[in-house]
Nanobody
């Protein structure tokens, strides 16, 4: 089993910064797409950012220029560096892994999420 565990959530002020982390067990991120999703109450889950096996990132338009995704393949760590946070960024953030090299399909493994609240 692949287990993904997020951490780093919390409450921040509008315009603040926060970094989320995700660690995987029994897996490495080197050869797979990994990313972040978020879901706010009453809203559908949406993709936030993803990074493929080559380290090429993709971002949702809503976070472009504000969020950065990075990974540490050797240690199976995934990060989401968030800046200029807005109230609409408030959500449960979940890391996920797609069992393929690129980020062009559905994700296969999901964490339980970490809460981010911006006010």
């Amino acid at each position: 089993h692949v287990q993904l565990v997020e951490s780093g959530g919390g409450s921040v002020q509008t315009g603040g910064t926060l970094t989320l982390s995700c660690v995987a067990s029994e897996y490495t991120f080197r050869n797979y797409c990994v990313g972040w999703f978020r879901q706010a109450p009453g809203k559908e889950r949406e993709g936030v950012a993803a990074i493929d096996s080559e380290g090429d990132p993709n971002y949702a338009d809503s976070v472009q220029g504000r969020f950065k995704i990075s990974k540490d393949n050797a240690n199976s760590l995934l990060f989401l560096y968030m800046t200029n946070l807005k109230p609409e960024d408030s959500a449960t953030y979940v890391c996920a892994l797609r069992d393929y090299l690129h980020c062009t399909g559905t994700f296969d493994y999901w964490g339980q999420g970490t809460q981010v609240t911006v006010s």
